[in-house]
C-alpha cells in the first residue's frame, strides 16, 4: 500500500480550499438566472419620492461641493494619517496638511451655509453640515501638539461617523450617485 506524502495532500486541501472560496465568490458575484428569488428573500426599501425642483436645485448647487472639496479633502485626510504612521512620523508634516484639509472642510461647510435651503431639505442640510468632516481635521491636528498616535485614532473614528452620515445624506439628495462596497 502506498502512503501519499504529507505535502502532496497538504497541497491537494489547500487546492481544494481555493476552489471553494473561488466556487462561493462566484456564486455570490455572479447574477442569478435560475428563476425569481422567493418572496421571503427579497428586501424591499422605502421608495423614495422624486425631489421637488427646489430640492432638485438645492442638491445640484451643493454637488460640486460636495464632490469636489469633501470628497476629495476627506481622501487626502485619510491618506495624510496614513502617510504618518506608515513613513514619517513627521508632526509639523501632517499639521501643515491637515490643517491645510481643516479649512478646506470649514470652507466648504461656509458656503454649503449660505446656500439658499428649501424647508423641506433642513433637516438633510444640517445633517449634512454636521457630517463635514471639520471635527475629525481638528482632532487629527492634535498630534502635532502632543504625538499621541490616540488623536489619529478618534479622528479616524469621527471620519467614518462623518462618512456613513454622507452616504444617508447622499441617498436623499443624489440617489444615482456610485458608492463604492
Known sequence: MVVPHFRTVALSAII???LAIVGLALQRELPRHAGPAPVTA??????QNALSPDEEAYAAALWPIHSEVVEVAAVDMSFAGI???TE???RRRLEEKVTALHDRFRTAADQARSMPVPASMGKVHDQYLEALYETASAEMVKVATDGKVEHLIEAQTMSQRAAEDLLKVGD????GEYKPN
Open 16 to 18: 481544494a480550499a481555493l
Open 42 to 47: 427579497v428586501k424591499t426599501e422605502p421608495q
Open 83 to 85: 502617510a504618518y504612521v
Open 88 to 90: 514619517h512620523h513627521d
Open 172 to 175: 436623499v439628495l443624489w440617489p
